[in-house]
């Protein structure tokens, strides 16, 4: 090249930097100024062909291309029309520059499942690209997928999926990395995982799906719509998975749903709020549609919330266990939910709670606040039958907040209302919609209690559930912090700790220690088809009570210091040593309230020394209280020592409550 050459060739190289300078209508592209179109498969390199009508055939041979040659797809920020895009290829990287993949309308099948775009290949990575379903251009719902990943180790980045007809996400995959991923606005579910394992999610949003084919989210979200799909369904045995700064928010089901013998799941710093059922939900359903699927049934466990997620005002509670499950750990605030009042019906326990955890549940570790801070005021004057002046109230908040419930003076629920105007002090209410438990507004009268608490408890536990519990907060007006129910038949409660509660360390047990009792023990036990006797081989300190059983069952009930008054309205606490070889040997704690209530903590039966615990709220109308020793069998034996009885009272957070 001639020393002209070269300056000519380096000037025109710095006129179309600088410039853009172009002849007629095409730009001079020199591959001194760039190699771009050498690195990457452009869709202006793969134009459509002439037969085709869509951008499907193009894609498809642009993802061969990248296979063949390891380079990247730039889509350079087009508007692609597709049937579908299959990309079956291994190590394919996809670049977006904020292109959009539009789903071609009524395409797909309304019995088999299938994505607009699908990835089977391994390690493929996609980066600022939109996919829409096209749902508003369909004529008919069709089983199509936003995204379906059946190829292990798939990387997204700053991907939008929104207008699906079915699913949005769907993943049956491993080893995944999601980071900005926007699931938004579809007719289903968000996420659906099935028999996946070792995913991460990053700052990944799954909100306002589930409302059905073709209907959209509105707010103020007030009646039940569509509730066809979830934020996140996690499914059939998916493990390792973790959500750090995600959220799932105002879908038509739950936000976030751990279900079917899935495990290991973690959620970091997670929002879940203004869900049409729970905010993050933890079950074992049995779909009769999905038995051949290994999980169906099987309860989650490992399931773990950290400190800074919270659940606030879902339809129904904030974190709710559906069905038995095990080695949950619960940290977080779960607040102001049950906004569901007056539509579903208010004796289902799942429905109104902070947190709610069902009957059978193992090992269930809560660390949380729970509580409901909404504004309760007193009415002062009735103006016709439905508008109320009250002592103050602070307006603005009913888009959020719609429902109250009104309690009368003495603290009985008169039933839910909604509110539909307030001005100044002044609300007006109505139950236009409400089938269940609606107030009868022409019998509310001053001096009544209305409020927008209607969350009742901070933790509803039920019985047989085992764990340990830490709860800060409150329930409304005239529920507390925990419900612990007991029952009257068997199997018990009552096998839970409060570790956040104050006890004055007194013990009420007349006789717990036996240390100076020989032969026969009579000093502050009587017996129930079983005799107690001094122990002086066979214990945890000098001297322990054998009870041997005479009958089928037998029992030895204690007697309190200080009689029933003391322990009305406290949580007691009935602990000690136990040895025994039968797994029906137990401490209890049976209260009568018309009839009997027993809560239980049971030896495992394996033959040593186990340190039982057992709990239980006394109500304020208890009329009999007794720390029972109990086993079964003729003949069998068991040995109890170092026993007490003590009283506990758990501080409440300081409430808002009454204006």
Request: with cysteine; hydrophobic share 35%.
């Amino acid at each position: 090249m001639t020393r002209r050459n070269f300056l000519l060739n380096f000037l025109l190289w710095m006129l179309l930097f600088t410039f853009g300078y172009r002849f007629g209508n095409s730009s001079i592209k020199s591959d001194v100024l760039s190699n771009k179109s050498a690195e990457t498969i452009l869709p202006n390199n793969f134009p459509k062909l002439s037969h085709e009508t869509d951008d499907t055939g193009r894609l498809s041979r642009m993802t061969i291309e990248a296979s063949n040659t390891n380079k990247p797809i730039d889509l350079q920020g087009k508007k692609l029309i597709i049937a579908y895009w299959n990309i079956p290829y291994n190590n394919i990287k996809i670049l977006g520059n904020g292109a959009e993949i539009v789903q071609k309308a009524d395409y797909g099948s309304t019995t088999e499942f299938y994505g607009a775009v699908n990835i089977t290949g391994k390690n493929v990575s996609i980066f600022d690209l939109k996919i829409d379903g096209n749902q508003w251009n369909y004529t008919k719902k069709k089983n199509q997928y936003g995204l379906n990943i059946t190829g292990d180790n798939v990387f997204l980045s700053n991907v939008e999926i929104i207008n699906t007809c079915s699913v949005a996400l769907m993943i049956n995959a491993n080893n995944g990395k999601f980071n900005l991923v926007n699931v938004h606005d579809n007719s289903t579910s968000g996420l659906q995982m099935s028999q996946s394992s070792y995913h991460e999610f990053y700052m990944c949003h799954f909100d306002r799906n589930g409302y059905g084919f073709k209907i959209a989210f509105k707010k103020p979200n007030e009646i039940i719509k569509g509730f066809s799909g979830f934020g996140t369904a996690i499914r059939f045995r998916t493990q390792h998975v973790i959500f750090i700064g995600c959220t799932a928010n105002d879908n038509g089901r739950d936000g976030f749903n751990v279900n079917q013998g899935s495990h290991d799941i973690k959620f970091i710093g997670c929002k879940a709020h203004r869900n049409n059922d729970g905010g993050f939900t933890i079950a074992a359903d049995n779909d009769a549609s999905t038995s051949h699927i290994l999980g169906n049934g099987e309860s989650p466990y490992k399931i773990e919330f950290d400190s800074t997620c919270e659940a606030e005002n879902n339809w129904n509670s904030g974190l709710a266990i559906f069905q038995p499950c095990h080695s949950i750990y619960i940290k977080g605030r779960y607040y102001n939910n049950h906004r569901l009042a007056g539509h579903l019906d208010n004796k289902q326990p799942s429905f109104y709670n902070g947190i709610f955890v069902a009957r059978g549940s193992k090992n269930v570790q809560i660390d949380a606040e729970c509580f409901d801070d909404r504004q309760s005021t007193t009415i002062s004057s009735v103006i016709g039958n439905s508008s109320f002046t009250v002592a103050s109230w602070k307006s603005g908040t009913i888009e959020n907040y719609p429902k109250v419930a009104i309690y009368g003076t003495d603290g009985t629920l008169k039933g839910y209302a909604k509110v539909i105007r307030e001005s100044g002090d002044v609300v007006r209410l109505s139950t236009k919609g409400l089938r269940y438990s609606a107030a009868n507004l022409s019998t509310v009268k001053i001096g009544d209690i209305i409020t927008q608490a209607v969350q009742h408890y901070g933790v509803y536990f039920s019985p047989t559930s085992t764990g340990v519990l830490n709860v800060r907060g409150y329930g409304s007006k005239f529920y507390k912090t925990i419900n612990t129910p007991v029952t009257a038949t068997a199997p018990y409660g009552g096998d839970f700790k409060i570790t956040n509660a104050i006890t004055d360390n007194e013990n009420y047990l007349l006789n717990g220690g036996f240390d100076i009792d020989t032969a026969i023990i009579s000093n502050g036990w009587s017996y129930n088809g079983a005799t107690g006797y001094a122990e002086a081989t066979l214990v945890k300190s000098t001297v322990s009570l054998k009870l041997t059983i005479g009958g089928a069952v037998g029992n030895a009930d204690g007697t309190l210091t200080k009689g029933i008054k003391p322990l009305l309205g406290t949580w007691a606490s009935f602990a000690g040593w136990v040895y025994s070889n039968t797994p029906n040997t137990s401490l209890r704690i049976v209260y009568i309230k018309g009839t009997s209530f027993i809560s239980e903590a049971k030896h495992s039966g394996d033959g040593k020394w186990e340190y039982l615990d057992v709990w239980a709220y006394i109500p304020e109308d208890a009329t009999v209280v007794l720390p029972r020793l109990y086993t079964e069998g003729a003949g069998r034996v068991a040995y109890f020592d170092s026993l007490t009885f003590k009283t506990y009272h758990l501080k409440d957070m300081d409430r808002p409550f009454i204006t």
